[in-house]
């Protein structure tokens, strides 16, 4: 379950102007090492600082996570975690211990990790998942699900509809192509299947038939989608490694 913690900040040398900025850079390095969700703040106490922020388990912020960046940036604080409560408004992620297949899938409006386990359906914190290319942090994948979460906020204004809704649905689109790059890599480095979430051509009501495909075979290579083996996703492309969820179909 997610949970609502703070991080102490005790500093070891003394106090100068540039400290609440060192923090909130630590900050940042822990979302991009899939430790914290995104959007914290920062209190001010007479020998300390305290963060209030957002993560995905008990055990995520324990320091053997951190990365050489994380490391070398708080070397001049004592750290202190408190994990206050449950946070109510978010879902629990996953606790596998193994996963037979994992998702690419990034959803609306979450900051949260967009790799989903295939077995449980619910997500896997970064923090767990090998960072790709030859990144020390998790770059290319958080900076996909930014873009991505642009284009599908513009489509769901229906802002440059025809635009944002061929990158959306569109396998072969920029942004769908660079999506798959970073499946790809992903499934080189976690070598288990990892099933890319393609959304549907859905489109509202306006001519609902024509706007609002069944898709029965795989949009790529023409074969017939098979039933998902697993939770999350409904149909799959196991050749592509396309995954369809059901319910936007309709
Ligand atoms: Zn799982
Ligand atoms: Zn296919």
Known sequence: MYKVAKIIFKPRIAYSEDMPDTIDGVLAMLYKNGQISEGWSIEK?????VANVVTTDDESLNPKYYNQYIVKETENFDIEIKIVCDDTMASDSCHCLKHSSYILAV???MSSSPVICG?????IPLYKVPCLYEEKEHYSILNFQKTYQAVLDLWFDSLSDRFTKRQITDFDSRLNQRGLDIRSELELKVDKPVYYLLRNPIGGWFEFEKNNKSLKI????????????????DKACVDCRFAFINGEEK
Do not use: I, M, V
């Not at 106490?45 to 600082?49: A, E, F, L």
């Not at 077995?119 to 997500?123: A, L, M, R, T, W």
């Open 45 to 49: 106490h007479d020998q300390t600082y």
């Open 107 to 109: 959803e609306p409006y």
């Open 119 to 123: 077995d449980c359906g619910k997500e």
């Open 218 to 233: 795989c949009p790529k290579c023409g074969k017939e989608l098979t039933q998902f083996d697993g939770c999350y996703a």
